[in-house]
């Protein structure tokens, strides 16, 4: 299988020793190029996940979705992404203009520093250290932090309370897809992303794992569902409820970095559901199977990695548009009482297996 | 109608009785109506209040009032007016029929009669600065009087109360409707869910709902003004335009108390095609209302699907009346024109994939576990309370009231088919969506049954009576009910059988049931969720024009 170190190598090479720039200078190309090559694939996929979700949800309700623009609706996008930068920004009188100005950089902010965690094919990763994983639980909490200010700084009634929904929402549920990630880390024996893929060389997590893996996952689908704000737990922007929660008072970019965002986390939940539990960029490998292990060998690595997470972005996308929306109430209860208790008991179950073995 | 005039005459002896009409009217002095209402309740059971409706008769102002024993269906028609222009004063009945509070408030607002001890003197409809009362015959109605006004209403939680003291004497006391600790957050009037230009003030405490408060008339287009001013023909084009999903209905009911105005009789197949269109507008209504409750759940695709099959009856209007809404097809005498070719091949297609679809709606969203715990014990509305409220149709039915126009009052050709009226009896926001998915079923069967109806009479046949060019109508007033996709709708035609050839309606009131399942939007929602004020005003499934009107 292709390892793409090979060519970072070379890059750090051609700078290194044929060109003989110095150390710092080395760091801030290799800093640029890596800068560039993230906010490109930042937006491409985020464009491209806006007309997954089209396509998507338009399918299961019977649509036909964007045809106009464009060979099968394809230029459409463009069209939109157009749309929203020529867009005026409305200024608010009464409120913190700071606050507010900064809340969408804030939520940016957050998921593309947990985007660029994302083991993105064999050897490359942007930044692999070996607490990977709880990097990534760190920083993706920082966008509530703009989700909160954003509610706040807005200075409507409509906002504040989509931003209370939302505090209390993410608070909650990131100590679920917390502990669901810590039954994995469990189950590897490391914190390290590309350590956790290694580790899945000779089978995938989610069958390696069995009962408990598989606990773990569906607490992660449903956690992760919430801690994007996505249905049925859209409650901070319950659209008949609140207009559009927290970012109601938002227009032009600025609200286009929060749709940006949003999009973006899908993608990252989805990422890192592959990454535990399928196995990341790993091939399917089935014990015993030589030749089979072989041909899947020769699928590269970023193909897998990539089909794995919109995979499980179609899966979210099904849930989205099939559920009804739950009740603020009704979705903390649903943690605390439920979800929360049975990961710590499945956190337990996994580190006996791990301990007595009865792992795959 | 002797023993009620009897029993009547010894509650009250001041009362007048007049059985010339269609029902036995009384009328009642102003100082003994509140007691006689009360007499009337609790004594002889006329608990439920069909309408309300103020009129001006030049010499005196005053209101009439349809009264209906639940129990046996008989009606009542009683009568109180007062002389004093200046000062209109009559007692309230709020306390004793709860829907009487916005009723009263609806007169107030058109013909400034004051009701002495209503809890919450405010207009309905108008700005609080509106200069003059509409509805009275002698209304100013120069620009310049009421301009344009664009800035916002000031002083909008003032109201007042005319309280009457032990001794007689009456005392004005001023009111707030929302005091100032309480948070009180804007629901509208743009709002994604409220269904129209409605707004709702919420007083709530983090997320629970306190109190409610209705603030109507954004789209109200005085449509019983207008009518005033209008040949009765032109009038049947507005009670469509008030509930346009029971635009059929509506011009229905118009027709039928025309008719019984003018005593014509109208052919059977006329009858028939009218009964079929009410039929698929009513199941083009619960459609609708399926799929503005789940996506007002948040269950967006389930309104895609509840669309798919509201579009093959909308082709059948637009193959039948050249119109999709607001059809127009109804007239005096019976319909516009016969009935499409195609048409009762098209219905019966309908029919024979309706109940596969319903099967496919309920396994979208009605076993969900979310939707069970959004609508199950949420907004619950007893029977006692439905019926104080007038609530009728399928929010009065999910409480158990036995209520349908249909069975109960019936007109057309109801009681030529067989059909079940659906009760339940929790009244729970689930109650009320599912008397709308059974009452599908029970449309279907309605409509196959008029198929073959329609069959015997052949292609064609006679579609509409002779009616007179020119409509002049006898003095006096006539109440017609019949049940549209949200309740009893009911019309009021006043005529003052004025002898010039081109007469014009002397009052004509419509009474719309979304008119009372707004008042009843406060009584659910407190101590709910903000969440649920959503959820329950969508089960209750109101149209913002029918109350506006």
């Given amino acids: 299988m292709f390892d793409f170190s090979i060519v970072t190598g070379w890059i750090d090479n051609l700078l290194r020793n044929t060109l003989s720039c110095p150390g710092w200078l080395t760091s801030t190309i290799e800093c640029i190029l890596v800068a560039v090559g993230l906010l490109l694939a930042y937006t491409v996929i985020a464009m491209f996940y806006i007309m997954y979700e089209r396509w998507v949800c338009a399918w299961i309700q019977c649509r036909r979705g964007p045809i106009r623009v464009g060979p099968g609706g394809l230029l459409q996008i463009f069209a939109d992404v157009f749309k929203i930068l020529t867009k005026e920004i409305v200024t608010l009188w009464h409120n913190d203009k700071f606050l507010f100005w900064l809340a969408p950089f804030f939520v940016v902010t957050a998921s593309v520093l947990t985007f660029a965690c994302l083991p993105w094919g064999k050897g490359m990763q942007v930044i692999d250290f070996n607490i990977g994983v709880f990097f990534i639980i760190a920083v993706s909490s920082l966008g509530v932090l703009g989700i909160l200010l954003a509610g706040w700084s807005s200075n409507s009634k409509y906002t504040l309370l989509g931003a209370m929904r939302s505090g209390a929402q993410m608070v909650s549920y990131e100590l679920s897809v917390g502990i669901s990630i810590l039954t994995v880390v469990c189950l590897a024996g490391t914190m390290s992303i590309s350590g956790i893929v290694e580790a899945q060389n000779d089978g995938w997590f989610i069958f390696k794992g069995h009962l408990p893996a598989i606990i773990a996952f569906v607490i992660y689908i449903i956690a992760a569902n919430a801690e994007n704000n996505r249905g049925p737990f859209d409650l901070p922007e319950a659209e008949h409820e609140l207009t559009a929660g927290y970012h109601s008072e938002y227009s032009g970019i600025h609200y286009g970095l929060f749709y940006l965002a949003e999009y973006l986390n899908l993608f990252i939940v989805s990422g890192i559901a592959a990454l535990l539990f399928l196995g990341g960029w790993m091939p399917l490998h089935i014990p015993g199977w030589e030749g089979f292990n072989k041909v899947m060998d020769f699928i590269p690595s970023t193909f897998w990695f990539l089909g794995k997470a919109f995979f499980m972005t179609f899966v979210f996308m099904w849930i989205r548009w099939s559920f009804p929306r739950v009740r603020i109430d009704q979705m903390l209860a649903l943690e605390w009482r439920i979800l929360m208790p049975i990961g710590l008991v499945n956190l337990v179950i996994m580190a006996l297996c791990v301990s007595f073995n009865w792992v795959f | ?549």
Avoid at chain 2, 64 to 85: F, G, I, P
Avoid at chain 2, 334 to 362: N, Q, S, T
Avoid at chain 2, 478 to 503: H, L, M, N
């Fill in chain 2, 1 to 549: 109608m002797a023993d009620i005039q009897e029993k009547i005459g010894a509650l009250c002896p001041e009362a007048q009785f007049d059985t010339s009409g269609e029902l036995l009217l009384v009328t009642v002095p102003d100082e003994k109506w509140h007691a006689l209402a009360q007499a009337l309740k609790e004594e002889l059971h006329y608990d439920y209040l069909t309408a309300l409706v103020g009129v001006d008769w030049k010499d005196s102002l005053g209101c009439m009032y349809y009264l209906t024993n639940t129990a046996t269906q008989e009606m009542l028609h009683v009568k109180v007016s007062t002389t004093d222009r200046e000062n209109p004063r009559l007692h309230t009945v709020s306390d004793v029929w709860a829907v009487a509070n916005y009723q009263e408030r609806e007169v107030y607002d058109f013909f400034g009669i004051v009701f002495i001890n209503h809890p919450d003197m405010r207009r309905f409809f108008l700005r609080n600065d509106w200069v003059g009362y509409p509805l009275r015959k002698d209304y100013d109605d120069s620009p310049e009087l009421n301009p344009l006004r664009l800035n916002p209403e000031e002083n909008e939680d003032d109201t007042f109360s005319l309280v009457e003291e032990a001794d007689g004497t009456l005392k004005r006391i001023d009111k707030k409707v929302f005091g100032p600790e309480e948070y009180v957050i804007n629901v509208g009037p743009q709002h994604p869910s409220t269904h129209g230009v409605m707004r709702y003030r919420a007083s709530i405490e983090g997320e629970l709902v306190k109190k409610i408060d209705v603030v109507s008339g954004y789209i109200h287009r005085g449509i019983e003004k207008l009518c005033e001013g209008m040949s009765y023909q032109s009038t049947l084009l507005y009670p469509e335009r008030l509930d346009y999903m029971a635009a059929h209905m509506n011009r229905h009911a118009v027709c039928l108390c025309l008719e019984k105005a003018l005593g014509i009789e109208v052919p059977h197949r006329a009858e028939l095609i009218r009964m079929m269109m009410d039929e698929l507008m009513r199941l083009s209504s619960h459609l609708l209302s399926y799929g503005c409750l789940t996506m007002d759940q948040g269950a967006t695709t389930a309104f895609f699907y509840g669309f798919r099959e509201r579009e093959l009856i909308y082709d059948i209007f637009d193959k039948t009346c050249g119109a999709r809404m607001s059809m127009s097809y109804s007239t005096i005498g019976g319909v516009v024109k016969d009935v499409h070719p195609d048409f009762i091949k098209d219905v019966r297609h309908l029919c024979a994939i309706m109940p596969e679809k319903l099967k496919e709606y309920h396994k979208l969203f009605t076993g969900n576990v979310i939707a069970m715990g959004r609508m199950k014990d949420v907004g619950i509305l007893s029977k006692e309370d439905a019926i104080n409220y007038a609530i009728t149709g399928p929010s009065g039915r999910a409480s158990g009231v036995h209520c349908d126009v249909r069975k109960c009052h019936p007109y057309s050709l109801y009681n030529e088919v067989e059909f079940d009226e659906v009760l339940l009896d929790k009244g729970d926001s689930m109650d009320r969506y599912m008397v709308r998915m059974k009452e599908m079923e029970q449309s279907v069967k309605i409509l196959e049954q008029c198929c073959d109806m329609l069959e015997k009479e052949g292609i064609e046949g006679e579609y509409c009576a002779k009616v007179p060019k020119m409509i002049k109508l006898p003095a006096g007033h006539w109440y017609q009910q019949v049940e549209a996709s949200r309740g009893a709708f009911g019309v009021y035609i006043e005529s003052d059988g004025d002898p010039k050839p081109f007469q014009k309606p002397y009052r004509m009131h419509f009474q719309s049931p979304c008119f009372n399942l707004v008042g009843v939007v406060d009584l659910t929602c407190k101590g709910n969720l903000f969440a649920d004020l959503i959820s329950i005003t969508a089960s209750i499934d109101y149209v913002i024009p029918d109350i506006d009107r």
